[in-house]
């Protein structure tokens, strides 16, 4: 049974950091797309980040862009997000995704397993 799992959220001023993590479980990270995702209230689910070790591909919505860094420990086989310089517009529930051959790596409806979500609330 292939499992992720999202931990690390929680409330943060502005400017401030958080490092989100996603242990998988039922697969191995390096073989698939594990991507993040945000949904805020009243908002679609969009795609923050991802990475294909198979490919190299990584992505980042422009939201995002040198303020978040995706990573991952293969030997927990874990994927983490690095948020820095965080700002209100960034307060989302943030979901961790894994797909096999997803090639739209932005489009949520592509990935089969998800994870519950973890609240992340940048607030003063």
């Known amino acids: 049974e292939v499992q992720v799992v999202e931990s690390g959220g929680g409330l943060v001023q502005p400017g401030g950091s958080l490092r989100l993590s996603c242990a998988a479980s039922?697969?191995?990270?390096?073989?698939?797309?594990m991507a993040w995702f945000r949904q805020a209230p009243g908002k679609e689910r969009e795609g923050v980040s991802s990475f294909t070790r198979s490919d190299g591909r990584i992505y980042y919505a422009d939201s995002v862009k040198g303020r978040f860094t995706i990573s991952s420990d293969n030997a927990k086989n874990t994927v983490y997000l690095q948020m820095n310089t965080l700002e209100p517009g960034d307060t989302a529930v943030y979901y961790c995704?894994?797909?096999?051959?997803?090639?739209?790596?932005?489009?949520?409806?592509?990935?089969?397993?998800w994870g519950q979500g973890t609240q992340v609330t940048v607030s003063a």
């Open positions: 995704a894994a797909g096999y051959f997803i090639a739209k790596v932005s489009d949520p409806q592509v990935y089969p397993y």
């Open positions: 039922g697969l191995i990270i390096d073989a698939y797309t």
